[in-house]
């Protein structure tokens, strides 16, 4: 699995690929209760972020798999920064992923940096 994330103004676009299989996903920390969300401290360079990627057939909503990966610490240190970025940033996310959403699937991964996820 590969993994990389589009930030755009509040948009986090977090692109997966799985051989040929691309999927994109949007992601709003701002959207997660205040008491639930935590974002951990970064010691050094070589932490690596661990997150349960889920796997849903959004035609049935139906859960089809979830896996468990950490990201490279390049990733995990851009991913937490987009994060405090997207937090104190009040637009809406909506323009951003219109224009996302115009973007050929095919094009995201060189857009996302996409890299390999480990386990």
């Not at 692109?15 to 994109?24: A, C, P």
């Not at 959207?31 to 969300?37: G, K, N």
């Amino acid at each position: 699995m590969k993994a990389g994330i589009i930030v755009d103004g509040p948009l986090i676009l977090w692109v997966f690929q799985f051989g040929t299989i691309i999927l994109d996903c949007p992601f709003d920390a701002r959207i997660i209760p205040e008491q639930a969300r935590w974002l951990p401290n970064i010691e050094n360079e070589h932490q690596r972020l661990g997150i349960d990627v889920h796997l849903v057939d959004t035609a049935t909503m139906v859960l089809r798999g979830i896996r468990y990966v950490t990201l490279s610490p390049f990733l995990t240190r851009r991913f937490l920064m987009a994060v405090q970025d997207q937090l104190s940033d009040k637009r809406s996310i909506e323009p951003f992923l219109l224009r996302s959403n115009a973007t050929p699937i095919t094009r995201l991964p060189v857009l996302a940096q996409v890299e390999r996820c480990g386990t």
